[in-house]
């Protein structure tokens, strides 16, 4: 039932930009203090993007400062990426993630691509 779904990913050249979505719904919906963008590169391990912590405040992978920003809207139950001058190491899977009653969930991923 409970579930996040991540929206927005595609094929872009360096430089470009995309914007994330991920909504969640069923028991996590409305839980949004602690929630967060990971993204995998083939062969590597799934690394923190950027995130909210659970007290609000926000942190960026260093990669990404000054290019990504994350958002939210309460309302609509949805956290944005915003990726600006997208590079091709960007490359990977992105995923959102919250914690909830210490378990975490995960949404299936988006795949980006950014060409040089």
């Known amino acids: 039932q409970a579930q996040l779904v991540e929206s927005g990913g595609g094929l872009v050249q360096a430089g470009g930009s995309l914007r994330l979505s991920c909504v969640a719904s069923?028991?996590?919906?409305?839980?949004?203090?602690?929630m967060g963008w990971y993204r995998q590169a083939p062969g590597k391990q799934r690394d923190l993007v950027a995130s909210?912590?659970?007290?609000?405040?926000?942190i960026y992978a260093d990669s990404v400062k000054d290019r990504f920003t994350i958002s939210r809207n309460r309302a609509r139950d949805t956290v944005y990426l915003q990726m600006n001058s997208l590079k091709p190491e960007d490359t990977a899977v992105y995923y959102c993630?919250?914690?909830?009653?210490?378990?975490?969930?995960w949404g299936r991923g988006t795949q980006v691509t950014v060409s040089s």
């Open positions: 993630k919250t914690l909830f009653a210490g378990i975490e969930y």
């Open positions: 909210f912590t659970r007290d609000g405040n926000t």
């Open positions: 069923g028991r996590i919906r409305g839980v949004n203090n602690a």
